[in-house]
């Protein structure tokens, strides 16, 4: 079996990089981009500096920020609606990954609109054309959806997330500028930052990781765990860390996939709209101490790129436990709560159904039953 790998054509990284935007869209002839963006990024004034070059490029804009944190069904087709209104060529997501999520579904049903419904979107659907062109700009360093060919909705009714793979989602151009996260709240960036963790260790640990994905998840790992403190504290150094951190996990995870931490932590949030960071920060130590016997020697891997000291003279046992600890240190220092007061007794049987069914759970490097999910989840508790 051939291993797949799927990147953006074109990636721009480092300081300035949005200055790039303009230049992107008028080499294709776009000339009328759909804004997919946050209220709190327009009230606040950041994306005035992205304007700003659109104006001087010539380039009209329309601005849709109808986005929920956990974006729904109906967030998509306004977004959609809002494109064919003001009649785009182009997409230009600003934000997070509620934000780049969104975009990716609008732009794949504006060139494959037999899709929505949005629902249909599930899994890996047989879409035939590519989205339309858009360029993402991460705010965050945390979901890697600038680069991935996955995007996650909600489908608010069903009080359900659904994962959708499509290759033919992933943004043309991604624009990593680690100044576009300068203003990111210290709670968002502890969040999305263990997010990006939680990709890079279970997308190294997943049943399809191969040595490619390996190089790209152990370098994230590293990465994100000298910079997420310092990026906490608003250190430029930090933030450029995280950024190119964040990035390379999800060249790896787009790839190869996930596992649990990720399929439960969907749920979470689609229950009690658990932000998605916290909720896989949560999960992650949780689910690598039961997957640690499916795992080989990767923990002793993951606890030298933590920084973890004198890992070769550990045993097994000690350098699993190793790997673990120092995520639980790194989400203690950031200010992940360890337990979520939200969750009740009656409500675990439709959250193991929930995970179970998750796209994410069958990458997972260890079989999971609904028995064994209910039991991690009450490990929240």
Not at 231 to 257: I, T
Request: charged share 25%.
């Amino acid at each position: 079996m051939a291993n797949r790998i799927i990147l953006n054509p074109t990636s721009y990284h480092g300081s300035g990089a949005i200055k790039e935007i303009p230049n992107e869209l008028t080499a294709r002839g776009c000339k009328r981009t759909l804004i997919c963006c946050g209220r709190h990024i327009v009230k606040s004034g950041e994306i005035d500096k992205i304007l700003d070059l659109l104006k001087g490029a010539g380039i009209e804009y329309a601005i849709f920020n109808d986005i929920k944190s956990n974006p729904s069904i109906e967030n998509v087709q306004n977004g959609v609606k809002a494109f064919q209104e003001f009649g785009g060529d182009s997409i230009l997501a600003i934000g997070g990954g509620s934000i780049m999520d969104t975009a990716k579904a609008v732009g794949v049903i504006i060139t494959n609109p037999e899709f929505a419904d949005v629902r249909s979107l599930e899994g890996v659907a047989p879409t035939k054309n590519h989205a339309v062109f858009t360029i993402a700009v991460p705010t965050t360093a945390g979901t890697a959806a600038e680069v991935t060919i996955n995007y996650v909705i909600t489908d608010v009714e069903r009080r359900r997330k659904f994962v959708c793979v499509d290759v033919n989602d992933i943004p043309e151009v991604a624009v990593v500028d680690p100044d576009m996260m300068l203003s990111m709240p210290s709670g968002l960036t502890a969040s999305t930052g263990m997010d990006a963790l939680t990709h890079a260790i279970e997308g190294y640990t997943t049943a399809a990781a191969w040595e490619m994905t390996d190089m790209f998840h152990l370098e994230a790992i590293r990465l994100i765990s000298k910079n997420l403190r310092a990026a906490l504290k608003n250190d430029p150094e930090g933030r450029k860390g995280m950024a190119l951190g964040q990035y390379v996990a999800g060249m790896g995870f787009s790839n190869v996939g996930l596992g649990i931490a990720h399929s439960m932590a969907h749920t979470l949030g689609a229950v009690y709209d658990t932000p998605h960071g916290v909720a896989c920060a949560m999960m992650l130590p949780i689910v690598m101490e039961f997957n640690a016997d499916a795992t080989g020697e990767k923990y002793r891997e993951i606890a030298r790129a933590m920084g973890v000291e004198g890992v070769d003279s550990m045993t097994q046992e000690e350098y699993r436990k190793a790997a673990v600890d120092a995520v639980k240190q790194l989400s203690r220092d950031v200010g992940i709560p360890e337990k979520l007061e939200a969750l009740k007794e009656e409500d675990l049987p439709f959250l193991a159904k929930s995970a179970f069914d998750d796209a994410c759970r069958p990458g997972n490097p260890k079989d999971s039953t609904m028995e064994d999910l209910t039991n991690l989840f009450r490990k929240l508790m």
